[in-house]
């Protein structure tokens, strides 16, 4: 069976379609990255207000008890809040295409509509890439747009303190541009996945989401000070979620397999 | 090789058997009925016939693409209605029938006009950009059957096609499937609603796990006669006097007539006598074709007994 392109963009252009008419999925889309960005702004401009708050050099020490005397620990603190939010950032391609993902695969079951689109010429193979697609590229521009915004909100309200432009810096650029694509790749794969063995878009959704959890307790190592996540340590991850990547991509196609689908859902 | 052909087809899902051994076959230009009753089976066949299961056993050939080795090209001359319309509600009339061309590699330019005739067929004409969320349940049922013509089949499966039609509208649509017929395409009926079958099939298969009957519906109707009485009255009253009888046959009462199902047509006069000893004044008794349903009824029982 021959990969059509044509048949994968089909999928890709109705699911898309169905998307930006889907309200309640939009707003629910939009909540995580304005609080992924206005969250770290915030913090940010406490720090640039009370720079000289002896209880931000006492927070400044407990992570790095050797820190000079005559640093700024609003400096220091400032820098250690964009690294480790880093991890925290990653969430949101993660969990963006679950949200989509869930609905598009577990949707076309709950609303009866597989049997038709199954009926089709479309592949297996076309199947996934069009839904993978109709996922992906939400989930990448909007991490994209929020990474533009964080980087702008970041530089106007630390400006004052460091009289410069703090981001985008060398992690979170590599990270964004790389590591983001690769982990919403990975989220849509889970949901796809998940989507395809469970009846309900939500509970793919739900089952799906868990997911993130690793990633928010590796952001609580950093917070907790056990963990101290870098460039390498993130490329490290990347790299492992690149072969998770692969690994989910052949395991979808299988499970989207029309007799598995059709014979247990249709 | 035009049409379906279907040799010893079955199905298993485990240790299930879901159909086995089915062997028919449905000429290009024939409306040929799939009848049993829920769990027969028919929906499996439907499935395999349209590319969207693999065989267990047997073959079947779909308009010269064999079922179980090239599904692809099956699906590119069938076309299915499946018994719910499964459309997506928050697009349009015309993305939901957009989706299937793109889907369908069909120059949208050349599949418009033809799939905008349907549309106008159907009354849907103008309907096109609204939402399908907003169409009532008969709109959804008609816009269904033209997307499964949007990339002009040469075999069409109908799943109960006119199931929440009104009766206007259940007319346009067994019309249609009469003059797509006429085209020379090959359509497979599945209904419950067996006086649209006996309108529109030619012959029809009655399967309930395996093949129990096949052939001519006109034959099949002619296989044991049934009696129609016009008396004076009620009919109702003279029911049970004949549900009496030694043979015991099957009585349908409606208004002035009574329709008596014979297993012999000896059987006549003594159901007149009886009709007459009852007091019955008979205006007219006629020789009638058992209705397909009474014969549908009667396999089914006799395959329980």
């Not at chain 1, 304005?34 to 002896?54: D, E, G, Q, R």
């Not at chain 2, 590699?105 to 969320?133: C, I, M, N, S």
């Amino acid at each position: 069976m021959a990969f059509r392109p044509r048949r994968a963009l089909a999928v890709f252009w109705k699911d898309f379609l169905d998307l930006r008419k889907n309200v309640g999925l939009l707003v629910s889309m939009a909540v995580l990255p304005a609080v992924m960005v206005l969250v770290p702004i915030v913090v940010v401009w406490t720090y640039v207000n009370t720079p000289n708050s002896a209880d931000l050099r006492s927070v400044a020490q407990f992570y790095d008890p050797t820190l000079p005397l005559g640093a700024s620990a609003a400096r220091f603190l400032i820098d250690k809040t964009l690294t480790d939010w880093f991890g925290l950032f990653l969430v949101m391609p993660v969990f963006v295409p679950i949200l989509i993902a869930s609905q598009s695969v577990a949707g076309e079951k709950e609303r009866r509509t597989l049997e038709p689109l199954l009926a089709s010429p479309v592949t297996a193979a076309e199947l996934v890439a069009g839904k993978s697609l109709a996922a992906l590229v939400p989930a990448v521009v909007i991490t994209w747009v929020a990474f533009i915004v964080f980087c702008v909100g970041v530089d106007i309200v630390a400006w004052p303190l460091v009289q410069g432009p703090l981001m985008p810096n060398a992690l979170w650029t590599f990270g964004v541009l790389v590591i983001a694509p690769l982990f919403a790749f990975f989220g849509n794969g889970v949901a796809v996945l998940i989507s395809a063995r469970v009846s309900e878009a939500r509970m793919a959704q739900q089952i799906s989401a868990l997911v993130v959890l690793p990633l928010v307790g590796m952001v609580g190592g950093q917070v907790a000070g056990v963990l101290k996540a870098g460039l390498g340590f993130y490329a490290l991850q990347g790299a492992v979620v690149l072969v998770l990547d692969a690994v989910l991509l052949v395991a979808s196609i299988r499970l989207l397999d029309r007799e598995r689908l059709i014979s247990r859902w249709g | 090789m035009s049409g379906i052909d279907v040799r010893g087809l079955g199905k298993r899902f485990g240790d299930r058997v879901a159909v086995e051994g089915l062997t028919f076959h449905v000429r290009p230009g024939e409306v040929f009925g799939l009848l049993g009753p829920n769990g027969a089976g028919k929906t499996t066949t439907v499935r395999m016939l349209t590319g969207l299961l693999s065989p267990s056993e047997g073959e079947a050939v779909v308009w010269g693409h064999r079922a179980d080795r090239d599904g692809e090209g099956l699906r590119k001359v069938v076309g299915l209605l499946t018994e719910q319309p499964g459309l997506y509600e928050r697009l349009t009339a015309r993305e939901n029938l957009r989706f299937f061309m793109k889907l369908h590699e069909l120059d949208e330019a050349k599949a418009w006009p033809r799939t905008q005739h349907y549309l106008e067929r159907f009354g849907l004409g103008g309907r096109e950009e609204e939402p399908v969320g907003g169409f009532s349940k008969g709109m959804r049922q008609k816009l269904a059957i033209v997307r499964t013509l949007v990339h002009d089949p040469r075999v069409i499966f109908l799943d109960e096609p006119t199931s929440g039609l009104d009766p206007e509208s259940a007319r346009t649509v067994r019309d249609a499937v009469a003059e797509l017929a006429s085209e020379g395409r090959t359509i497979v009926l599945c209904s419950h609603n067996l006086s649209e079958v006996e309108r529109l099939c030619e012959r029809v298969a009655v399967v309930k796990k395996r093949l129990l009957l096949m052939g001519p519906v006109r034959e099949l109707r002619r296989s044991g006669q049934a009696l129609d009485v016009r008396v004076d009255g009620e009919a109702e009253r003279f029911r049970n006097v004949l549900a009496a009888l030694p043979f015991a046959p099957n009585v349908l009462a409606e208004g002035m007539r009574l329709r008596v199902m014979l297993e012999d047509e000896a059987h006549a006069p003594d159901v007149l006598a009886c009709l007459v000893g009852a007091g019955a004044r008979v205006h007219s008794a006629v020789p009638a074709q058992r209705p397909l349903e009474e014969v549908y009824l009667d396999l089914l029982r006799e395959e329980g007994a």
